[in-house]
């Protein structure tokens, strides 16, 4: 969600504190703000909106100074209004914030009792004048920010800036992420990597509980006990190209159609052509010693680990638990010893998940971790982490986030069905043949585009839109239904299909397309049979499958979507292709954001 920047530079930072909000538009955000400092003043611009607000309100009224703060705010606490957004200040201080204090209402309550006077509805302010009455007493903004950081509860990344110390910035972080960049005499703070790879290349993640001040000079990190530490400088590898949409419409259709080099990408780091096995990266536990896994993760990142369910369960012969990320800790789950727990995320900074990883390896749990950005906390804190090979994913709604997730998790299932001897050689081989499969796969989904294109105005009418699936099939049913809802704002609901006659069947009419995923196989007869029970009530058929499904299911469909014909196993990667080309479809005719629809965050960082 929340992005932020901050430049102590050589030369005046606003434009380059805009650039970097751009960035990090694909996080989700409905207001913006900067602040500088210059000739001893905050000089701060604040718009509700979308970033190009903030940009005319600076074209009106410029603000100058060398060192400076900025953020994109998904809004929590307060509507998203001018007033409500970031940076907030006082007289002596601005700051930005990503995250949430729980706390905020009595620390709110006792200073407003000791006459500070509160400008917004937002938690972030009281951390303003928390600081600036240890200010106004005579602290450093060092020892302002040892008295304060231990006050609140919840999860923040903070940037500060000073008016009375305009060469220096203070970050902190707990829960949420904050990345510090080094640069020629000038010195960064960012969200991360990407908010910062026009800048530099060379970044340090700070770790939980950090702080640090930064200065043209570089950086000095304290840690939670505020004792100084050093931090490891890396090379972040983020592309300032990364961004660019290139000839597409937008990044969500760019995304789409990357999909079969990036999960080529991905399965090159688990497979070993050479004796076609699955390899994963080192670590130090015996997998076959795991007798349970629990997988943790929230919306598309949850149906990637339902799919995951059935394939640890048939090939590697384990059980295995599933719960939203949200919900997990507060359901009291028993771990038992030898147990192994699956986080998967984009982001991996997600903050319901991050909580519930912690809480499993307090219990005791050996933690995976799938995760396309490998330096996140929760790949820092893992004890196998899987990363995918996606690259920046920048529209909100994940397409090749979530397809890398299913390359990682089937050569997982296929590595734990070995190592438990519940999986021959000879068929590992057979897995990874099938896996290699599936870029070209994807690559003949993807030329069903044009035949999706033309008939999403059936669709885009409709008030409400089911989808139906079988086997691993219905968690792609969930994600069909949960793209069409995020970007197109439709209602739409997706069921596994025997379950239809159980209640939504009395949702059908002929004003209900209904979206049925029905590979052709050993299920497809009795998907067929719920597809007859829609077709008597008027409902209104979208067939997605392959040429044999398509036959052997006839006519009477409002449209079909021919599919190529795959081994079941990759048939998930291949069926999510034309469930995005829906959505993002049936978005366009409707002319809603599809890279940023509303209300949503990319990097949800509070619970």
Excluded at 139 to 151: M, N
Excluded at 255 to 263: A, D, G, N, R, Y
Excluded at 428 to 448: G, I, M, T
Aim: with cysteine.
């Amino acid at each position: 969600m929340c992005g932020i920047i901050g430049i102590v530079g050589k030369e005046d930072v606003a434009e380059r504190l805009v650039d970097g909000l751009r960035r990090m538009e694909y996080r989700g955000y409905d207001s913006s703000g900067i602040c500088t400092m210059a000739n001893g003043q905050l000089i701060r611009r604040r718009a509700p909106g979308k970033l190009f607000n903030l940009v005319k309100e600076l074209a009106r009224d410029p603000a100058p100074g060398t060192v400076g703060i900025a953020h994109t705010r998904w809004a929590t606490h307060g509507a998203p209004t001018a007033a409500n957004a970031h940076p907030h200040a006082t007289e002596v201080l601005a700051l930005v914030h990503n995250g949430i204090i729980e706390n905020f209402k009595p620390l709110r309550e006792a200073l407003t009792a000791r006459g500070r006077k509160f400008e917004s509805e937002t938690d972030t302010e009281v951390v303003a004048h928390l600081l600036s009455e240890a200010v106004e007493g005579g602290a450093s903004p060092e020892d302002a920010v040892k008295a304060v950081l231990p006050q609140l509860r919840g999860a923040f990344a903070l940037a500060i800036a000073f008016r009375e110390h305009p060469d220096m910035l203070i970050g902190a972080r707990l829960g949420s992420p904050l990345v510090v960049g080094y640069g020629d005499g000038e010195t960064y703070l960012g969200s991360d990597a990407l908010a910062l790879a026009p800048l530099t290349q060379k970044i340090a993640y700070l770790d939980e509980g950090d702080w640090v001040v930064v200065t043209r000079d570089g950086a000095q990190i304290y840690d939670k006990d505020n004792n100084p530490v050093t931090r490891e400088v890396t090379t972040s590898g983020a592309s300032a190209a990364a961004i660019e949409k290139g000839n597409y419409r937008h990044f969500m259709q760019k995304e789409i159609f990357e999909q079969p080099t990036v999960v080529a990408q991905t399965l090159s780091s688990y497979i070993r052509q050479v004796d076609q096995t699955v390899a994963l990266p080192q670590f130090d536990f015996d997998l076959s010693t795991i007798n349970r896994v629990t997988i943790v993760a929230c919306g598309t990142s949850y149906y990637a680990g339902m799919v995951a369910k059935y394939w640890f369960e048939q090939f590697a012969r384990l059980p295995v638990d599933i719960d939203f990320a949200s919900e997990f800790r507060y359901r009291e789950p028993v771990l038992e010893p030898g147990g192994l727990a699956l986080f998967i995320s984009q982001s991996g900074e997600t903050a319901d998940t991050l909580a519930a990883l912690r809480h499993c390896k307090q219990h005791g749990q050996t933690i995976a971790v799938v995760v396309n950005v490998p330096t996140s906390s929760m790949a820092r804190e893992a004890d196998l982490l899987l990363p995918t090979h996606a690259g920046p994913e920048i529209g909100v709604a994940s397409t090749k986030a979530f397809t890398c997730q299913l390359a990682v998790l089937a050569a997982l299932a296929a590595h734990m069905a070995v190592a438990r001897g519940r999986m021959t050689r000879a068929e590992e081989a057979e897995v990874v043949v099938h896996l290699l499969q599936a870029p070209a796969s994807l690559n003949a989904a993807l030329a069903h585009d044009a035949d999706i294109a033309a008939m999403a105005h059936l669709i885009a009418p409709a008030r409400d839109v089911l989808y139906l699936g079988r086997g691993p099939d219905y968690p792609l049913a969930l994600e069909g239904a949960l793209k069409l809802k995020e970007i197109s704002y439709i209602h739409a609901e997706g069921y596994a299909s025997g379950e239809m006659k159980h209640g939504p069947i009395a949702l059908i009419d002929e004003a209900v397309p209904v979206i049925v995923l029905a590979p052709s196989g050993p299920l497809f007869e009795k998907t067929v049979s719920n597809m007859q029970e829609v077709r008597a009530r008027g409902g209104k058929i979208v067939l997605v499958s392959d040429r044999a499904g398509l036959d052997e299911a006839g006519e009477g469909c409002l449209a079909t979507i021919e599919m190529p014909r795959v081994h079941p196993l990759i048939a998930p990667l291949v069926y999510a292709v034309p469930v995005q080309l829906i959505a993002y479809h049936v978005a366009c005719v409707k002319g809603t954001d599809v890279d940023q629809p509303r209300n949503l965050a990319k990097s949800v960082t509070v619970e």
